[in-house]
């Protein structure tokens, strides 16, 4: 292990964490709200510490495993899902990413699904 940590939020079945374990970075927590990709990362790695809730209902403050991380990766959602369907565009996800300390920042999306690429905004 290199001694480098991350946070995951939005991580779906984990494709990336698992990439980034492989990579020597020690997972410290995954978020999710799909319960599916949640019950997946449970079966396949079940020591890591996923939890099953929406980035918006997410308070970083009472997960303090989420403080103090070399990389956070977001894979916020891009495309309207039945999920997010009803949400306006308030640009919460990425406020609420910028609460979790790290040191480096990952933002991941398909490609092509959104009018807006590239990083988050400055704050």
């Given at each position: 292990?290199?001694?480098?940590?991350?946070?995951?939020?939005?991580?779906?079945?984990?494709?990336?964490?698992?990439?980034?374990?492989?990579?020597?970075?020690?997972?410290?927590?995954?978020?999710?709200?799909?319960?599916?990709?949640?019950?997946?990362?449970?079966?396949?790695?079940?020591?890591?510490?996923?939890?099953?809730a929406d980035l918006l209902d997410f308070d970083p403050s009472?997960?303090?495993?989420?403080?103090?991380?070399?990389?956070?990766?977001?894979?916020?959602?891009?495309?309207?899902?039945?999920?997010?369907?009803?949400?306006?565009?308030?640009?919460?996800?990425?406020?609420?990413?910028?609460?979790?300390?790290?040191?480096?920042?990952?933002?991941?999306?398909?490609?092509?699904?959104?009018?807006?690429?590239?990083?988050?905004?400055?704050?």
């Open positions: 292990m290199s001694g480098l940590t991350f946070v995951d939020v939005c991580s779906g079945a984990g494709g990336l964490a698992l990439g980034l374990e492989q990579a020597g970075f020690e997972p410290r927590l995954l978020l999710d709200e799909d319960c599916l990709a949640v019950g997946t990362l449970r079966t396949n790695r079940p020591h890591w510490n996923v939890l099953q009472e997960h303090p495993a989420s403080y103090d991380v070399d990389l956070l990766s977001a894979g916020l959602p891009r495309m309207k899902s039945n999920a997010t369907a009803a949400r306006t565009e308030s640009g919460e996800e990425e406020r609420l990413c910028r609460r979790i300390t790290s040191r480096g920042f990952w933002w991941h999306s398909r490609r092509g699904s959104s009018p807006r690429s590239g990083p988050p905004p400055p704050p």
